[in-house]
């Protein structure tokens, strides 16, 4: 799930089905928080993060699922099932 610095949030499925509108990558940009689970009953997922040159710790933020579900709201009912799906 991708939340937008102007409010908005995407749902993007990393996967293999490219046909049904799964990425096999996918670009986060700028400035947009970031965060992803597990669909169905999957218990463990082969992927990465990576930044590119130049980001610094103090560019990285550790969100706060009640804020975050205040700022974006149409997408607050994701962001706490993906909070409490983390074990």
């Known amino acids: 799930?991708?939340?937008k610095p102007d409010g908005t949030h995407d749902r993007v499925?990393?996967?293999?089905?490219?046909a049904d509108g799964?990425?096999?990558q996918f670009p986060i940009p700028g400035d947009a928080f970031?965060?992803?689970?597990?669909?169905?009953?999957?218990h463990w997922f082969l992927?990465?993060?990576t930044?590119?040159?130049g980001v610094i710790p103090s560019d990285v933020e550790i969100g706060d699922v009640e804020q975050l579900a205040r700022t974006y709201p149409d997408a607050a009912d994701m962001i706490r099932s993906i909070?409490?799906?983390v074990v």
């Open 47 to 49: 992927g990465g993060s």
């Open 34 to 42: 970031h965060t992803a689970r597990l669909l169905g009953n999957g």
């Open 13 to 18: 499925v990393i996967g293999p089905a490219l």
């Open 51 to 53: 930044e590119w040159l």
């Open 22 to 24: 799964q990425h096999m």
């Open 1 to 3: 799930m991708l939340l």
């Open 83 to 85: 909070a409490r799906s």
